[in-house]
C-alpha cells in the first residue's frame, strides 16, 4: 500500500527565513508520481509541482524548489526568504502510475499535511 | 465559472438526516474525484469518475454514501443516515484526460454532523 509521511505537524519561521518541509513516501510501483499541494485558509488544494519517478532532477520555481531523493524515498519542499502569504498548510502527495490507456491519474494519496506560518 | 464549484460551502446536518453535496468541475474536465478532509488530516480518496462512469468507488466508507454524475459534469455526493463521525470537508477535483493534468480542487463543503 501507498503511504506519504510528513513528520512536520507545524512549522513556524519569521519572513525572509528560508525553511524545508520534508515528505517520505512508500510504495511497490516502479512507476509513481509525486506532488506538493498548498492548502490556504480558504480551503482549495492549490497545486504546486508534480514530478515521475523516473525524473531525479531537482526543480526550482522561483522561490520554491523540491528535492527528489529517490534511494532515500524522499520528496522535499524548500521556500527560500519565505513571506507572509507563504502561511498555510502544505501536503505531499503520491499516485499510481497511469494506466496502459493513458487516463489522467488520481487517488491521491496524502501526507498529513504540514502548517506553516510565517511571521512578518 | 474558471474553477471547480461546490455547494453549499458549509452543511449542518442532525444526525440521521440526509444531505446532498454538489460539483460543477471545469468545463471540459473528464476526471472527477470527490475526497474527504477531517480535521487536521490529508484528503482521502472517495471515488472517482470519468465522464458519467463511476470507475472506482472503492474510497467510499460505507454504504451510506453514494456518487452520481449522470451526465457527465455535474456531481453529487449524497450521504444517507449522516453519522458524526462523517463530520468533515468533502473536496471535489477535476482533471483533463492525459497523462499531465494535475488536478483541480473546489473550496470544499464542510459538513458539520450534530
Known amino acids: 500500500a501507498q503511504k506519504v509521511t510528513q513528520a512536520q505537524t507545524e512549522i513556524s519561521v519569521v519572513e525572509k527565513e528560508d525553511v524545508t518541509l520534508d515528505c517520505v513516501y512508500e510504495t511497490r510501483d516502479t512507476t509513481y508520481y509525486l506532488f506538493w499541494y498548498k492548502q490556504p485558509p480558504s480551503g482549495e488544494l492549490v497545486f504546486l509541482i508534480r514530478r515521475n519517478s523516473f525524473d531525479e532532477q531537482n526543480e526550482i520555481s522561483g522561490r520554491y524548489s523540491w528535492n527528489f531523493q529517490k534511494s532515500t524515498s524522499s520528496f522535499n519542499f524548500t521556500i527560500t526568504a519565505s513571506q507572509v502569504v507563504d502561511s498555510a498548510v502544505y501536503f505531499c502527495?503520491?499516485?499510481?502510475?497511469?494506466?496502459?490507456?493513458?487516463?489522467?491519474?488520481?487517488?491521491?494519496?496524502f501526507g498529513q499535511g504540514t502548517i506553516l506560518t510565517v511571521h512578518p | 465559472g474558471a474553477g471547480v464549484s461546490q455547494s453549499p460551502r458549509y452543511k449542518v446536518a442532525k444526525r440521521g438526516q440526509d444531505v446532498a453535496l454538489r460539483c460543477d468541475p471545469i468545463?471540459?474536465?473528464?476526471?472527477l474525484f470527490w475526497y474527504q478532509q477531517a480535521l487536521g488530516q490529508g484528503p482521502e480518496f472517495l471515488t472517482y469518475?470519468?465522464?458519467?462512469?463511476?470507475?472506482?468507488k472503492s474510497g467510499l466508507p460505507s454504504d451510506r454514501f453514494f456518487a452520481e454524475r449522470p451526465e457527465g459534469s455535474v456531481s453529487t455526493l449524497k450521504i444517507q443516515r449522516t453519522q458524526q463521525e462523517d463530520s468533515a470537508v468533502y473536496l471535489c477535483?477535476?482533471?483533463?484526460?492525459?497523462?499531465?493534468?494535475?488536478?483541480?480542487f473546489g473550496n470544499g463543503t464542510r459538513l458539520t454532523v450534530t
Open positions: 477535483a477535476s482533471s483533463f484526460q492525459g497523462r499531465h493534468s494535475p488536478l483541480h
Open positions: 502527495a503520491l499516485s499510481e502510475a497511469p494506466d496502459a490507456g493513458g487516463t489522467s491519474y488520481g487517488k491521491l494519496t
Open positions: 468545463s471540459g474536465h473528464v476526471s
Open positions: 469518475f470519468q465522464n458519467e462512469a463511476q470507475l472506482d
